[in-house]
């Protein structure tokens, strides 16, 4: 069993997973949505073995010297596809609105897909500048945020589309036919709020640790690098959203708005800084 093998396998839960989501959205089948959550468990599940399993790999890679899978561009996105699961599922544990799964395992699946078809899968040596465990605490930090900002993004999306029906539809006849099985406008705004409540102090550490981490390698906290820059520019867009909720009341659809534009500055931060801008975290693509 390799971990190549092992990322197929969860590849494949999440793509099965993803369809079924889908099919509970047409079919209203409460049974369909339980097995579309039990495959994102089971792709999980393998997911974190096949990311063990490559740690181990690279202890037998040429040179010998193993270290977290979190080093080069495709570590990072079959990891960032793992966080995005992890935090559906830890949501989904407390508000059971399984439709949300439809809108949020698409963006671990397409991350995997890329990772799987597009991206060099080789383990190679690190960096000088990777050599630290500074490298696991600013990765893991910064993508559990990342991932808790997609969960918002989705949810964000499902409440504009459920809204927009609303308005639309006389108070007396409620919607019907696919967005009756959405969770309601009231939690699907809690659950944006609570994974940005869980996603900003994720990234504040992840910035914390990126600048100690900048410092042990290049011997400055901070040098206004692209990625600096743009995980600056992402965490003020948050703030923004909670200083906005907390004292002027900011709920519904600026929220919805807010939170979407977040995630879409947070994937250009994260793909757009390592792939077009050049910088001290160029080495990632």
């Known amino acids: 069993m390799t971990s190549s093998l092992c990322f197929n396998l969860a590849t494949g839960a999440y793509f099965a997973s993803m369809v079924l989501f889908v099919v509970y959205l047409a079919s209203r089948i409460n049974g369909t949505a339980l097995l579309a959550n039990l495959l994102a468990y089971a792709g999980l599940a393998v997911h974190t073995a096949a990311i063990g399993l490559r740690w181990y790999e690279s202890y037998q890679a040429p040179g010998g010297v193993g270290h977290a899978p979190l080093s080069n561009l495709y570590e990072s996105v079959v990891f960032f596809a793992w966080t995005i699961i992890l935090i559906y599922l830890i949501i989904d544990l407390k508000y059971r609105q399984r439709a949300v ?68 539809t006389p108070s007396n006849n409620p919607a019907g036919g696919v967005l009756s099985i959405f969770p309601s406008t009231k939690i699907l705004d809690d659950i944006n709020y609570k994974a940005i409540m869980i996603g900003f102090p994720l990234l504040s550490l992840g910035i914390i640790t990126g600048a100690a981490w900048a410092n042990y390698a290049w011997g400055t906290y901070w040098s206004w690098d692209p990625k600096e820059t743009w995980s600056l520019i992402v965490w003020f867009i948050y703030a923004a959203f909670l200083h906005a909720r907390f004292t002027r009341g900011w709920v519904g659809r600026k929220a919805a708005w807010l939170s979407i534009i977040g995630f879409c500055a947070t994937i250009f931060c994260y793909l757009g800084v390592n792939l077009i801008l050049s910088g001290l975290h160029s080495y990632g693509g």
């Open 101 to 168: 799964g439809a809108f949020v395992v698409p963006f671990a699946f397409v991350a995997m897909i890329w990772a799987q078809l597009r991206l060099n899968d080789s383990i190679e040596p690190l960096v000088p500048a990777l050599q630290s465990n500074w490298l696991t605490y600013h990765v893991i930090t910064c993508f559990l945020g990342y991932a808790a900002f997609a969960v918002a993004c989705g949810v964000s999306i499902m409440y504009l589309i459920k809204i927009g029906k609303e308005e639309k």
